[in-house]
């Protein structure tokens, strides 16, 4: 039977922060050494993420920022993998913390020889951090925000694909050193970031599932996993469609992007529609109304411009926008 594994795009989405700090897997690396010195256990309370993220990592976390991961990162916990507790394991924190790693930059298929470590570049410059409270330096971020389209999906597919082998040492505990096995309930901790499929429409419930060989030798060589992971990673359409959205009564696949609207009053009356992901992209002096049950919404790169939700029940994240008001009713 055929396997597939896709990204959860919804992680970087609404997970990825745009600070003064530039974040590369070295940096990543030795902020998950700190935390675990201070913090042994496997888990991580908020007061002790507090504590260790703003006096003893490096780079240290402003209050208002570690406050802020620590809130975004749970939701993500919670809506994803079903978790709904208050700690964090420290292989949680590790996966996401790779993910501030992303920048657009991947797009180029030389990323792969050329280089180790990539700025988070997805904002461009004077504005202010998603999820952040403040604004970062004008140098820290000099890129224009990624839409939905091919640049996203190529970039996305091109980071996953590299940094799987980080992933895996992340969720193996073995920090600086590549560990000598995989164990299938430890690759299932990157559930978080990606899913699997006998299609892409029919998910299985464990990530492990996706490779037959795992599971049944109980675990496996690192490289082993690193290569299936890299052979069956695809762009998930039906999931993530890619294309610019029309004013249609129900959105395919539970995705809604409406991308390029201009000087236009837009409206979304759904017939007992739920969106899982709502993506509003590069819209100018427009107004959306969409009454529908929004779990992730996206604002991207938008001005002058008015949003009206009934109702999101996970995230809203808004970056790269101008004079943009957001109501949400619920």
């Known amino acids: 039977m055929s396997r597939v594994i896709w990204i959860r795009s919804e992680v970087f989405d609404h997970g990825v922060f745009n600070t003064s700090i ?13 935390l675990r010195q201070h913090v042994p256990s496997q888990t991580v309370t908020s007061e002790q993420w507090l504590q260790v993220a703003t006096t003893h990592a490096k780079p240290a976390l402003s209050e208002d920022d570690a406050k802020a991961y620590w809130q975004v990162f749970t939701v993500l ?8 507790g ?3 394991d420290h292989r949680t924190i590790g996966i996401l913390l790779i993910c501030q790693v992303f920048s657009p930059k991947w797009a180029k298929a030389d990323q792969f020889s050329k280089s180790t470590e990539i700025w988070n570049e997805r904002a461009v410059s004077g504005t202010s951090p998603r999820h952040s409270p403040r604004g970062s330096p004008k140098g820290s971020v000099n890129q224009q925000a990624l839409g939905r389209g091919n640049d996203f999906t190529t970039a996305l597919l091109s980071f996953a694909k590299y940094h799987i082998g980080y992933w895996l040492q992340i969720v193996s505990n073995s920090l600086f050193a590549e560990p000598t096995e995989i164990r299938a309930e430890d690759f299932d901790v990157l559930g978080l970031v990606f899913c699997a499929g006998t299609t892409k429409t029919q998910p299985l419930f464990k990530l492990s599932e996706a490779l037959p060989d795992l599971v049944s030798a ?8 690193r290569k299936a992971v890299q ?11 890619r294309d610019g959205a029309q004013p249609v009564q129900e959105p395919s696949a539970k995705t809604l992007n409406i991308m390029g609207v201009n000087k236009a009053t837009w409206f979304h009356r759904p017939h007992n529609a739920e969106i899982e992901f709502l993506n509003i992209v590069d819209c100018k002096d427009s107004a959306f109304y969409v009454t529908a049950r929004v779990r992730f919404c996206l604002i991207s790169g938008c001005d002058g411009t008015n949003v009206i939700l009934g109702g999101v029940s996970t995230l809203c994240t808004a970056f790269n926008c101008e004079k943009v008001s957001i109501h949400v009713a619920a």
């Open 77 to 84: 916990q919670q809506s994803v993998v079903g978790d709904t």
């Open 86 to 88: 208050n700690a964090l």
């Open 22 to 34: 530039r974040w590369t897997v070295p940096t990543v690396f030795n902020f998950l050494a700190i």
């Open 231 to 241: 052979k069956l990673l695809v762009w998930n359409d039906d999931f993530y469609a």
């Open 218 to 225: 109980a675990s496996l060589p690192p490289v082993e996993v």
